[in-house]
């Protein structure tokens, strides 16, 4: 990202007094402690995942030989409103309520992880990554499939129906499409 300034000016003679903060007559003040910024989702069933969501839980109809389902994830904005705006300032869900739900697949210490959310907002385009993201197809949709932590894994993302669904693992790019062409 690059950002420029022209015709920046400091100390335009705005007094200092304009900048003082007055809390509301009726405003409640919370101070947050260090609590209220942990976001740690404990593992979840897929039976307890559908009963958290309002949409039906894209199911892998193929998955790589080995990999079993293991737990399930879900995350809501509303469940930790100060953290979820503060983590998500810069994205593209920042002030709204979305939910997410991650089934996670493993083969020994490998994971596959789905991830769905859903924001009631809509969603926004996908976008590139730069030179290291490809445009795929996925179900005649467009994606994108790029790397993550480093290039040690790949991440495949693209929307269906309202939803921005992220398959996330080490696996080779022919089979994350093979993964989100059979999601039901």
Same mark, same amino acid.
């Given at each position: 990202?690059?950002?420029?300034?022209?015709?920046?000016?400091?100390?335009?003679? #705005?007094?200092?007094? %304009?900048?003082?903060?007055?809390?509301?007559?009726?405003?409640?003040? =919370?101070?947050? $402690?260090?609590?209220?910024?942990? #976001?740690?989702?404990?593992?979840?069933?897929?039976? %307890?995942?559908?009963?958290?969501?309002?949409?039906?839980?894209?199911?892998?109809?193929? *998955?790589?030989? $080995? !990999?079993?389902?293991?737990?399930?994830?879900?995350?809501?904005? @509303?469940?930790?409103? !100060?953290?979820?705006? *503060?983590?998500?300032?810069?994205?593209?869900?920042?002030?709204?309520?979305? =939910?997410?739900?991650?089934?996670? !697949?493993?083969?020994?210490?490998?994971?596959?992880?789905?991830? %769905?959310?859903? /924001?009631?907002?809509?969603?926004?385009?996908?976008?590139?990554?730069?030179?290291?993201? @490809?445009?795929?197809?996925? &179900?005649?949709?467009? $994606?994108?499939? !790029?790397?993550?932590?480093?290039?040690?894994?790949?991440?495949?993302?693209?929307?269906? @129906? $309202?939803?921005?669904?992220?398959?996330?693992? /080490?696996?080779?790019?022919?089979? *994350?499409? &093979? #993964?989100?062409?059979?999601?039901?």
């Amino acid at each position: 990202m690059t950002i420029e300034i022209q015709d920046l000016k400091l100390n335009s003679g #705005i007094p200092d007094s %304009e900048f003082e903060f007055e809390i509301p007559k009726r405003a409640q003040v =919370k101070v947050l $402690g260090p609590e209220d910024f942990k #976001i740690e989702p404990k593992e979840i069933t897929l039976e %307890e995942a559908k009963q958290l969501v309002d949409f039906d839980i894209l199911i892998p109809e193929y *998955l790589p030989d $080995g !990999y079993e389902f293991s737990y399930s994830v879900f995350f809501s904005s @509303e469940d930790t409103p !100060y953290s979820a705006f *503060l983590h998500s300032g810069f994205s593209a869900f920042a002030g709204q309520h979305y =939910k997410q739900v991650t089934l996670v !697949y493993a083969n020994g210490d490998d994971e596959i992880r789905i991830t %769905e959310k859903i /924001s009631e907002k809509g969603l926004p385009e996908i976008q590139g990554f730069g030179s290291e993201g @490809e445009y795929v197809l996925v &179900n005649g949709k467009k $994606g994108m499939i !790029y790397p993550a932590f480093g290039g040690n894994m790949k991440a495949l993302a693209w929307q269906n @129906e $309202g939803r921005k669904v992220t398959i996330l693992s /080490s696996l080779d790019k022919a089979e *994350l499409l &093979n #993964i989100a062409e059979n999601l039901t």
